[in-house]
């Protein structure tokens, strides 16, 4: 401040007194300048992440006015109501100036200073400095404390100072205000975003998601769970979540709550119950919710439709456990089938020599009754190969149109079911046979077999009576039966035995196509192969079984057929005619067993051919090379390199379209198939008889 | 349940009620559980005393019973009505003012009203002899003009003059002032006894003039300068029409809750507005000093005709008190702002800076009602209700007000009267 002189009120000498009013004016043009730089904050303050740079531009204007040696601003938490040292600088002050405020703090000068809106300039403790202290507010509200530390020099600050320094932190608190109110615009507005996301979160969720309280009834759900229920929201809030499970999962809900708000998480099965009476599998995951405090609240449950899964599941063990079946009847059909295969190579002398010598026989010869022993015999173990052959799947694939009814009236009337009658006289048996039966492909000795199979495991079911009922129709299934087995879905025509017997317990069903298993004592009849036959059979047709028995009630077998649009030809039973002879024709059999060489040529001489025989392909091939033969039978299996087809195709080149038919104990195979694409007319199972030997032949030479 | 000092908080201890700060901030919740962090924010926010307790149910076992207003008599009754006769009565302001009014004076028997404004006998009757008769005729002028030595205008010390020059260079400093103020020891005095007084309440001694400039404030500490001065010149008047006691504790409250308003209002000098307050009537001292006949005559005439003091002395000298003691303050250059606040307290209307006149307005108001002292009004002066809109108090903070000046009063009135 200029000096001037003294002097009471109005004698002042005029010059001095206008020097002084235009010093006085210039100082005060110069501190309103000052004023009107302070304006508004350069940052743009809804970009801001925080309020440091408005405090750091404060800060830079307040240094440009008054000389601190370093300042410091605390801001309010608004969670604590504490203040908090927010911007510092120089930041190796924020010990001293902590130290200086707590200070402040407790001796009671922070809480005077923050009630005045101004500076306050206070000592240090030492007393060489000094501190500005100045509230941070805006009219409505405190919003921190200004320090400033002054240099040790005795400094003086013009009072006109701290009203710009009043004017900026003014400025500073508005700034600070929008910035928190931005702020907070900003979380509302991400706040109502994430909202937003999660309750399409929520909604999205593929499982069926409910929320409960704590007493288990549901507060919301989502769509999905909608879907599951086949209800609307409404109708789910407010009810209670067992109200939608089936009843026995009712009462595990309790366990499942227990062992949620125990651990936390529970999970198990259940089954709800739609609007529309049907029912899901589910499985439920809960997860309880719980406040700060750690108290139960309720609990979050997410249902996952595991309907299909399960289907799906029950379906590859069932499949698993079909082909576990399949593989051990095939096992144990590989076994039978090599022995078969050796045995009918044995048994063809069996059965055919005794036919030779009966024909070469008298009629009142003493011979005759035991060879005729002898042939039965043979006939019987040659027909039980058969089986097990068929057992097998090594048969002959059938292709017949069949009327299973006509099968059932064969059957019927057959030796074998009046031998049944007699033994099991108490048993009645009726026949209830669908008219407009469909015609099923396959073959009638099979289809022969299996009724009789079936109806004898009947009979023998009901030692002491009872009745038996054989009933044929036409079914059509819209979807897949599930029953003993899978059936498809498609037209059928079902053949089935139902009996009052002793029924079978479920291990026995289980196993009871299985070869050789028989409850039967042994030696009293069948060869356990009865049932096994049954199922190879029903498989070569490509057919289903279904079977149901109580033990104690009765037993049922439903065959499912596929039905075929086909008609036959002509009807045809199993019936005998007189064999066809021959009349000198050239025929040549070829294979390499002596035996087999043996048999068929007296066979074929007996019938009236004239017969020569190869054992080998090149041998066969050789023989027609210079004998013109009318027919050749082939054997499939001839050794030395060359089988059957082979052997033909060389016939061929030397005879072309020679005549010829197959005879193996094999079954139909490719290279058989082979032989008959070629020109072979026919092909024969052996052993055969003279009668099935001797039609071939002359079928195949009228050709 | 019990009041406990911020002194004698421990932590552990559980808060019994919720605690605010003075501008209602909610610094902790009811059942929060004291830490040390906790006690230093309330030590932060300037909280003195806090209820702590086990339980927080309402027994009011350990709460003293709030005292039962006295049962309002008849007489005090009549006699609050009249004392509100020049007031609009369907402003709800001014029936909760009347129901304070009741409270504060109804039933002690007294008859209510200013004290020492009733009952006094005044030299000026008009009983006297028609040669003296006063002469109202351009009194102003020969208040401000006449050389006599009866209507002579008080002197003010130099270190008045010198404070004026201080506070008007914008490069003055703590320093300088305290300088000035240094060369009246009197004043230095007063103003170091009022810095340590609960006028300001601050923790520690202020045992220097530029420590109390660089705490309390520059243009606070100058501004307080001119309220002491003043009352000091007019110290000594005869006491024979107006009750001098009765007018500085008016002066002094009004001058209190002005500047509590104005803390309030946020308003950063708020001496301005306590110095205004304080010498918002001495133009009625000017009258009773220099014309004390003319002014002993208006005072008789209002009294007979129930009038209002202000608009008597208007009637019948062609000028108030708030103008005479404008005039007075604006020749002793007095700071513009302190000049018009004197000025307006009466009719805010259009005045510079309405906050300020309006407080000025509504503490002169609420000052009247309350009955501390009396500046020769015995009526309610009539409230201004666009000055009510501008302050913007509630109603239920009256008596709050009125209370804390009381208080107040008590405290200040040995610092600035003695």
């Keep these: 401040m200029t000096t001037r002189s003294t002097g009471t009120g109005p004698d002042r000498s005029l010059n001095e007194r206008i020097l002084y009013l235009e010093e006085l004016y210039r100082n005060t043009l110069d501190a309103l300048e000052t004023a009107s730089t302070l304006g508004d904050f350069q940052t743009s303050i809804n970009k801001l992440q925080d309020p440091s740079s408005i405090l750091r531009e404060a800060s830079e204007r307040i240094r440009r006015i008054v000389p601190f040696n370093g300042l410091a601003f605390y801001l309010v938490n608004e969670n604590t109501q504490d203040f908090e040292p927010y911007f510092t600088e120089p930041g190796e002050l924020l010990p001293l100036v902590r130290k200086t405020v707590d200070g402040f703090i407790e001796s009671g000068i922070f809480s005077w200073v923050l009630n005045q809106r101004r500076s306050v300039v206070l000592p240090s403790p030492d007393g060489k400095s000094r501190r500005v202290l100045h509230t941070l507010a805006t009219c409505s509200r405190i919003r921190g404390m200004f320090i400033g530390l002054l240099p040790e020099e005795k400094s003086q600050i013009p009072d006109i100072h701290k009203s710009l320094l009043s004017i900026i932190l003014l400025n500073c608190s508005n700034a600070l205000e929008s910035f928190e109110l931005y702020h907070r615009i900003r979380e509302i507005k991400t706040v109502l975003e994430n909202r937003e996301s999660y309750k399409t979160l929520f909604e999205a969720a593929p499982d069926g998601v409910e929320v409960l309280d704590g007493m288990g009834l549901v507060i919301d759900c989502n769509h999905s769970q909608e879907t599951l229920l086949l209800r609307d929201r409404a109708s789910i809030i407010g009810a209670h979540t067992t109200d939608f499970l089936s009843e026995p999962y009712r009462r595990s809900f309790e366990k499942f709550c227990a062992e949620m708000r125990k651990s936390g998480y529970a999970e198990c099965e259940a089954e709800v119950l739609r609007s529309d009476g049907s029912v899901r599998q589910v499985w439920r995951k809960g997860k309880a919710i719980r406040d700060d405090a750690g108290d139960f609240l309720g609990a979050i449950i997410h249902n996952r439709d595991v309907t299909q899964l399960n289907r799906m599941e029950a379906d590859r063990k069932e499949m698993e456990l079909r082909l576990q079946r399949a593989q051990k009847m095939e096992a144990l059909g590989t076994l039978a089938g090599g022995i078969a295969h050796d045995l009918n190579n044995i048994l063809s002398g069996l059965v055919s020599y005794p036919e030779l010598i009966l024909m070469q026989l008298p009629p009142e010869s003493p011979f005759r009754k035991p060879l005729q022993t002898i042939q039965r015999s043979g006939e019987k173990a040659a027909a039980t190969v058969q089986d097990m052959l068929t057992m097998a799947r090594r048969a002959r694939v059938p292709s017949e149109s069949v009327n299973v009814n006509q099968v059932v009236r064969d059957y019927l009337r057959s030796p074998e079911h009046e031998k049944l009658l007699s033994l099991y006289p108490e048993v009645q048996v009726d026949a209830t046979l669908e008219p407009d039966l469909k015609y099923v492909v396959g073959a009638p000795v099979q289809i022969w077999k299996i009724v009789m199979n079936l109806v004898t495991n009947a009979f023998e079911a009901m030692p002491r009576g009872g009745s038996l009922s054989i009933v044929t129709g036409n079914r059509t299934l819209g979807s897949p039966f599930r029953g003993y087995e899978f059936i498809p879905e498609g037209r059928y025509v079902t053949l089935s035995v139902i009996d009052t017997g002793t029924g079978m317990g479920h291990e026995v069903l289980e196993r009871i196509f299985e070869p050789f298993y028989t409850r039967k004592a042994m030696g009293r009849s069948g060869s356990g192969l009865g049932m096994a036959i049954v199922w190879g059979a029903l498989k070569d047709h490509k057919g289903y079984i279904d079977l149901s028995s109580v033990e104690g009630k009765g037993t049922r077998f439903s065959l499912f057929f596929p039905a075929s649009s086909r008609v036959p030809k002509k009807a045809g039973t199993v019936r005998e005619r007189a064999t066809p002879t021959g009349n000198g024709e050239r025929l040549l059999v070829v294979d390499d067993e002596e035996q087999q060489r043996e048999i068929a040529t007296a066979m074929l001489s007996s019938l009236g051919y004239s017969v020569s025989s190869a054992a080998t392909g090149p041998e066969a091939a050789r023989h027609i090379r210079s004998h013109p033969t009318d027919l050749v039978i082939l054997d499939m299996i001839l050794g030395a390199g060359m089988d059957g087809l082979d052997t033909y195709r060389e016939i061929l080149q030397v005879s072309p379209g020679q005549k010829a038919i197959i005879a193996s104990g094999f079954s139909e195979s490719d290279r058989v198939r082979e032989c008959l694409r070629l020109g072979a007319g026919a092909y024969l199972r052996k052993p055969y008889t003279i009668d099935a030997i001797g039609r071939c032949i002359r079928k195949e030479l009228e050709k | ?418």
């Design chain 2, 1 to 418: 349940m019990a009041l406990a000092g911020l002194q004698n908080l421990q932590p552990r201890m559980v808060l019994a009620a919720d605690v605010q700060n003075r501008h209602g901030r909610l610094i902790a919740q009811k059942g929060t559980v004291l830490t040390a962090r906790l006690i230093r924010v309330f030590k932060i926010w300037g909280v003195v005393e806090v209820e702590v307790g086990k339980n927080s149910d309402s027994r009011e076992e350990n709460v003293p019973p709030v005292p039962a207003d006295p049962p309002v008599t008849e007489e005090s009754a009549a006699a609050v009505e009249k004392r509100f006769l020049h007031t609009d009565r369907s402003h709800p302001a001014v029936r909760a003012l009347m129901e304070i009014a009741l409270r504060r004076n109804g039933g002690n028997g007294h008859s209510p009203g200013p004290e020492g404004a009733a009952g006094k006998t005044f030299p000026g009757d008009r009983s006297r002899s028609p040669g003296t008769a006063p002469d109202f005729s351009r009194l102003e002028e020969k208040l401000f003009n006449a050389p006599t030595a009866d209507l002579k205008l008080p002197t003010l010390p130099e270190v008045f003059f010198k404070i004026n020059d201080a506070i008007s260079n914008p490069r003055s400093s703590v320093q300088s002032l305290a300088e000035i103020i240094g060369q009246d020891t009197s004043l230095s005095v007063s103003l170091l006894r009022i810095a340590n007084s609960p006028f300001y309440n601050f923790p520690y001694t202020i045992d220097t003039l530029s420590r109390a400039v660089d705490i309390i404030g520059f243009h606070q500490i100058s501004t307080l300068s001119y309220g002491i001065q003043i009352v000091r010149t007019f110290r000594h008047i005869r006491q024979d029409v107006l009750d001098m006691k009765s007018f500085w504790k008016h002066s002094l409250a009004c001058g209190l809750v002005a500047r509590f308003l104005a803390g309030q209002k946020g308003i950063q000098n708020c001496e301005r507005l306590f110095v205004a307050g304080l010498l918002h009537d001495m133009g009625r001292l000017i009258l009773y000093r220099s014309a004390p006949q003319e002014f002993a005559q208006v005072l008789g005439e209002a009294r007979e005709r129930n009038a209002l003091l202000f608009e008597k002395e208007s009637d019948m000298m062609g000028t108030d008190h708030s103008r005479i003691g404008a005039r007075l303050t604006r020749e002793w250059m007095f700071p513009d702002s302190l000049v018009h606040l004197i000025e307006s307290h009466h009719g805010p209307n259009g005045s510079g800076n309405p906050l300020e006149s309006a407080i000025v307005h509504i503490a002169d108001v609420l000052v009247n009602v309350a009955g501390f002292g009396s500046s020769g009004e015995i009526f309610v002066p009539p409230l201004n209700t666009r000055s009510w809109e501008t302050v913007d108090l509630s109603i239920h903070s009256l008596p709050v007000v009125i209370d804390q000046a009381e208080k107040q009063l008590e405290d200040t009135i040995g610092f600035f009267l003695s």
